[in-house]
């Protein structure tokens, strides 16, 4: 069982930038994938980011990118404080939606319907 709590996001003006933490608890949280989705009003909730598990021998982990969020988004993991963290820049009024986070013990990649465990969700609104 892991449990994930979101901090962050908020209202910020178009062209600026924001970090979403996500702190996860449980056991082995350090060898799950943890991935990122969005739901703006009135559309299917979509994936923005995923993050593989930590690479014991290169400290490396893999990263999976949405086209929308290539370039301007980074997703990290602090293994240390068993945090995920979304950094948004140039973000632009079309990011406006409710972020969530995910996790899974096995799935990488960006289909929502194979990760078990989500966070609350936070509302991130850019103005233009």
């Known amino acids: 069982e892991v449990q994930l709590v979101q901090s962050g996001g908020g209202l910020v003006q178009a062209g600026g930038s924001l970090r979403l933490s996500c702190a996860a608890s449980?056991?082995?949280?350090?060898?799950?994938?943890l991935a990122w989705f969005r739901q703006a009003p009135g559309k299917w909730r979509e994936a923005v980011a995923c993050?593989?598990?930590?690479?014991?021998?290169?400290?490396?982990?893999?990263?999976f990118y949405a086209g929308s969020a290539e370039g301007r988004f980074t997703i990290s993991r602090d293994n240390a404080k068993n945090t995920l963290y979304l950094q948004m820049n140039s973000l632009k009024p079309e990011d406006t939606a409710v972020y969530y986070c995910?996790?899974?013990?096995?799935?990488?990649?960006?289909?929502?319907?194979?990760?078990?465990?989500w966070g609350q969700g936070t509302q991130v609104t850019v103005s233009s």
């Open positions: 449980g056991s082995y949280v350090d060898d799950y994938v």
């Open positions: 993050i593989s598990s930590t690479d014991a021998s290169t400290s490396d982990a893999s990263t």
């Open positions: 995910a996790a899974d013990p096995t799935f990488y990649g960006p289909n929502q319907y194979e990760f078990d465990y």
